[in-house]
């Protein structure tokens, strides 16, 4: 049965990768509609071999959509999508707006699609921050396994997390440095090319950031709210690509031989680990790829039941796009997608 379906923000970086992994897998619709803002009506996106030309958000009737994949930030997600839902399609939102309403499944497919089963009360499921879904892909299996208690993840975050200004910021900061020209900052409080950011959104007065605060309440959301998480997000001078190394306590002891086991079986995760020079994956070779990739396993000395992890993701798909076209595919197998009136 084919749908009908919209993506509002589709001239943003994840925006074109959600039309993108639309068509790469093939998913069952028979419409597909481009929305942005008023500015950007008539823009040519690509949708596979198809060119779409944008519409604009504020004059689209929704009436008949069955559908609607949103990445157009939260000020647009708290306005539309009650608007959208009430013509009756289903909202999958990328934005931080409804990710801790109660009434909003927080979905990773390989990790609680299920929640799916209990009700769509709002209309709106929400896609998790990009950091908390490659995590939680590689910390399912093993919280099945040995139970999690504690979490310790710093995180070294692609500029692209920060939309398309700030991959321009970063392209002209590294061009300013070899010609010796000024370095202009607009997007980042400080200078990007050959550095790293230690600040991710904004501060809160616990001196976390919302970005850190985001991967502990998020992560307790989606996967067991008796976990501990503590974060610090990192900005790294990156393209495209996310990095974490993570730190987790075990209530029951697991060697990393049977972490690595458990992990090469696990759904969305490839295991890239040998104890050699370039024996693990890097933001590089992760870019534009779907998988969760999890290296450097090894025990943690420092704890009874303690492993080591190096998780490595595309932020644009599975920490965005691919993440929300997933629910989408879990709405359909499970017969939870009907067509609108």
């Keep these: 049965m084919p749908y009908k379906v919209a993506v509002v923000g589709a001239t943003g970086n994840v925006g074109r990768e959600m039309l993108n992994t639309l068509a790469e897998r093939q998913f069952p619709a028979g419409e597909v509609v481009a929305l942005a803002s008023t500015r950007s009506t008539g823009v040519d996106v690509s949708f596979g071999d198809a060119t779409l030309k944008v519409k604009a958000l504020d004059y689209f009737d929704f009436a008949g959509t069955d559908l609607c994949l949103m990445s157009a930030g939260s000020g647009v997600a708290k306005e539309w999508a009650p608007k959208i839902v009430a013509k009756g399609a ?26 799916l089963e209990q009700g769509i009360r709002k209309g709106i499921i929400a896609n998790p921050n990009c950091s908390t879904a490659q995590m939680v892909v590689a910390l399912k299996p093993l919280h099945d396994a040995a139970r999690i208690k504690r979490v310790v993840v710093s995180t070294y975050q692609s500029v692209s997390g920060k939309g398309k200004a700030a991959m321009d910021e970063l392209f002209r900061q590294t061009r300013a440095v070899f010609v010796a020209d000024p370095i202009e900052k607009e997007i980042f409080t400080k200078q990007i090319a050959f550095n790293i950011i230690p600040h991710i959104d904004t501060f809160l007065d616990s001196g976390f950031t919302k970005e850190e605060w985001k991967m502990m309440v998020e992560t307790q959301k989606i996967l067991d709210p008796d976990i501990q998480v503590t974060a610090t997000c990192v900005r790294v001078p990156v393209f495209v690509g996310h990095a974490e190394a993570i730190a987790v306590e075990f209530e029951r002891p697991i060697t990393a031989e049977r972490a690595r086991s458990i992990l090469r079986s696990a759904p969305g995760v490839l295991v890239v680990d ?11 070779e992760a870019a534009g790829e779907d998988a969760t990739y999890v290296s450097r396993i090894r025990k943690d000395p420092t704890v009874e039941n303690g492993l080591w992890l190096w998780v490595v993701s595309d932020n644009l798909r599975k920490g965005a796009a691919l993440n929300a076209v997933q629910i989408a595919e879990s709405l359909v197998n499970r017969k939870l997608l009907k067509r609108a009136a």
């Design 90 to 115: 289903i909202v999958i939102d990328n934005s931080s707006q409804w990710r801790m309403n109660r009434e909003v499944p927080l979905v990773v497919p390989e990790v609680n699609a299920e929640v």
């Design 274 to 284: 040998s104890r050699e020079d370039g024996g693990y994956v890097t933001p590089v």
